[in-house]
T-cell receptor
Framework: DAGVIQSPRHEVTEMGQEVTLRCKPI?????LFWYRQTMMRGLELLIY????????DSGMPEDRFSAKMPNASFSTLKIQPSEPRDSAVYFC??????????FGSGTRLTVV | AQSVTQLDSQVPVFEEAPVELRCNYS??????LFWYVQYPNQGLQLLLK??????LVESINGFEAEFNKSQTSFHLRKPSVHISDTAEYFC???????????FGKGTMLLVSP
C-alpha cells in the first residue's frame, strides 16, 4: 500500500496563474478530504467527498477554488487565479469514520 | 459543532523526562478521538485513536492517551521522551455519525538533550 499520493510535492507559481494539485487516495477508502495548513490558521478542511460525490465544500475559501473527484482513485484541487495568500501546504487525506484519516505528504504551494 | 482545544502551543522537555500534551473537546455526545503526529515537512500520521471500550489507548511507540468523559479531555502522555519524538502533535475529534475530523491547533513538542 503506497498510501495517499499527492503531486507535486512543491509548486511555485506566479500570481494569477492556475494551479492544480493532485491526489490519489488509498484504494477502498470511500472518503476523501482536502485540507490547507498555514501557521496562522492551522489545519482547515476545504472540502470532502464520499464515494466521489462532494458532500461539504463550505470550507472552500472562494470561487477561485474548485475540487473534483472524477473517479475513486483521483481527485484534483484547482486554484484559478492564484494569489499570494493561497500559499500554504495542501493535504489530501482518505479514510472513513472509524478508521481515522490517512494523510498524504502534502503539496507546498508558494504563490509569488 | 465540535471544537478541539490544545492549550499549549509548545512544550519543551528534556530527553527521558515524562510529558503530557493536553487536549479538550467541546461535546460529550458520542465522540471519536484521535492524536496525530506531524514530523517536519511531512503529512500527519495517526498516532492513536479512541472509538469505544477501554478509556486508555496506547500507540506502538510508547505514547498513551486517556479518554475522560467527565472532563471532556483526551490528554496524550509518554513516560520518557526521546529526541526523535520532537514533532507537532494534533488532537482531533469526530462526532459519531459524522465523517469530518475537527483538529486542534497543534502542540509542538521540543525534546532537548
Amino acid at each position: 500500500d503506497a498510501g495517499v499520493i499527492q503531486s507535486p510535492r512543491h509548486e511555485v507559481t506566479e500570481m494569477g496563474q492556475e494551479v492544480t494539485l493532485r491526489c490519489k487516495p488509498i484504494s477502498g477508502h470511500d472518503y476523501l478530504f482536502w485540507y490547507r495548513q498555514t501557521m496562522m490558521r492551522g489545519l482547515e478542511l476545504l472540502i470532502y467527498f464520499n464515494n466521489n460525490v462532494p458532500i461539504d465544500d463550505s470550507g472552500m475559501p472562494e470561487d477561485r477554488f474548485s475540487a473534483k473527484m472524477p473517479n475513486a482513485s483521483f481527485s484534483t484541487l484547482k486554484i484559478q487565479p492564484s494569489e499570494p495568500r493561497d500559499s500554504a501546504v495542501y493535504f489530501c487525506a482518505s479514510g472513513g469514520r472509524t478508521h481515522g484519516y490517512t494523510f498524504g505528504s502534502g503539496t507546498r504551494l508558494t504563490v509569488v | 459543532a465540535q471544537s478541539v482545544t490544545q492549550l499549549d502551543s509548545q512544550v519543551p522537555v528534556f530527553e527521558e523526562a515524562p510529558v503530557e500534551l493536553r487536549c479538550n473537546y467541546s461535546s460529550s455526545v458520542s465522540v471519536y478521538l484521535f492524536w496525530y503526529v506531524q514530523y517536519p515537512n511531512q503529512g500527519l500520521q495517526l498516532l492513536l485513536k479512541y472509538l469505544s471500550g477501554s478509556t486508555l489507548v496506547e500507540s506502538i511507540n510508547g505514547f498513551e492517551a486517556e479518554f475522560n468523559k467527565s472532563q471532556t479531555s483526551f490528554h496524550l502522555r509518554k513516560p520518557s521522551v526521546h529526541i526523535s519524538d520532537t514533532a507537532e502533535y494534533f488532537c482531533a475529534a469526530m462526532n459519531s455519525g459524522y465523517s469530518t475530523l475537527t483538529f486542534g491547533k497543534g502542540t509542538m513538542l521540543l525534546v532537548s538533550p
